[in-house]
């Protein structure tokens, strides 16, 4: 019960402050630049899967590992990879 006492609700519509034109529901929500890339990432799924285990990791790694592309084939410890960390 006592966490019923303690909601308290705000209109989206409240100043965000005493000399603001902006208000509280103008900070929620952005437009997304990434909704367009949603049909390029669909089929990408079952091709990357359909990779090697290897190969599949060196693509992954820049994205993910923090690694940039010359770096990325020396943490997959091939031998026939001879790219300048």
């Known amino acids: 019960m006592e966490g019923a006492r303690a909601y308290r609700t705000t209109s989206l519509s409240t100043p965000l402050g005493p000399d603001s034109t902006s208000e509280l529901g103008d900070t929620l929500g952005v437009d997304e630049d990434d909704y367009e890339l949603v049909d390029l990432r669909v089929p990408l799924t079952p091709a990357m899967a359909a990779l090697p285990d290897r190969e599949r990791k060196i693509l992954i790694m820049p994205f993910y590992g923090n690694l940039t592309r ?16």
């Open 70 to 85: 010359p770096r990325s084939p020396n943490r997959s410890a091939s031998p026939r990879c001879t790219s300048p960390g």
